[in-house]
């Protein structure tokens, strides 16, 4: 199998999970439990935060070792960036999270379901952009990612996309639209990563010394997300500690993921 073959099964992967967790409108009948629901944003929310620690955040400070000025640099400006374009995307673009009924963003008169799309498409960029510049990686043979990590990272996000498509999807029945339709809905969603990742491989590999920056971006980028979206909605209303739980189930696993097959 040719790497370019290997890297397509890459960036495919998260998208599948997301498009297996939209499915489940068609298994699950009524609404999803509200303890469900925390302990699963929790879980994407620890899945997300040891993602942009150990695959993206370490690799960029080991590639800016033998770089001009310090080597922190490179990862603390990219992560900083990466913070920042979110907080521009999140304040222009018209969006409604999940258990509100606030928009937030640019005011366009959108239906709720068209922004609650918007919402999950927004934090499904960074997650595009950080599976396909450890694929990049790979590609430009840099020691400190390895295609296995760059599946570990790929498998650890379709994991958590899974749950992530769900909860994506199945509110939209309540709002009255129909299974397939809710289900195309959480597809469409996920369809932002694979984008994201050939963008950011098609950019990383014209500019390679770029590549530890991008590294950070992807990781700043997802723990805005993180910070400002999962976490929030995990610790709502009663029963918060089960979305700790999950933060620490979804932490571990994405670590044992990117140590083991690293």
């Known amino acids: 199998m040719s790497d370019y073959i290997k890297i397509l099964i890459g960036i495919l992967l998260p998208l599948c999970g997301t498009t297996l967790g939209a499915a489940m409108v068609f298994v699950i009948r009524g609404k999803m439990r509200p303890g469900l629901e925390k302990a699963l944003l929790g879980f994407a929310s620890g899945v997300m935060i040891a993602a942009s620690v150990w695959s993206l955040l370490i690799p960029a400070i080991e590639l800016s070792e033998n770089s001009p000025g ?17 907080l521009v995307l999140d304040t222009v673009t018209p969006h409604l999270h999940l258990n509100s009924d606030k928009p937030e963003g640019r005011m366009a008169g959108l239906k709720k379901s068209t922004m609650l799309m918007f919402a999950v498409t927004l934090h499904n960029l960074p997650e595009g952009m950080a599976v396909g510049v450890v694929f990049s990686g790979t590609l430009t043979g840099e020691a400190a990612i390895s295609a296995a990590a760059a599946f570990a990272l790929a498998i ?3 994991i958590q996309n899974f749950p992530e498509g769900a909860i994506i999807s199945m509110p939209l029945v309540g709002t009255g639209a129909s299974r397939k339709k809710s289900f195309a809905y959480g597809f469409l969603s996920g369809i932002v990563e694979p984008v994201g990742a050939l963008l950011t491989i098609f950019i ?8 530890p920056y991008i ?5 700043g980028a997802m723990i805005y997300v993180v910070v400002e979206e999962l976490i929030p909605e995990s610790q709502s209303g009663q029963h918060s500690n089960i979305g700790t739980i999950g933060v620490a189930l979804g932490f571990a696993l ?4 990117d140590i083991a097959l690293g």
């Not at 990383?204 to 590549?211: A, G, H, K, N, R």
């Not at 590294?215 to 990781?219: K, Q």
């Open 156 to 158: 650890g996000i379709a």
């Open 204 to 211: 990383t590999s014209f500019i390679v010394p770029v590549l």
């Open 254 to 257: 994405m670590m044992i993921l």
């Open 215 to 219: 590294l950070a971006f992807a990781a």
């Open 70 to 86: 310090p080597e922190w640099a490179p990862a603390a400006i990219g992560f900083l960036l990466g913070m920042a374009f979110l």
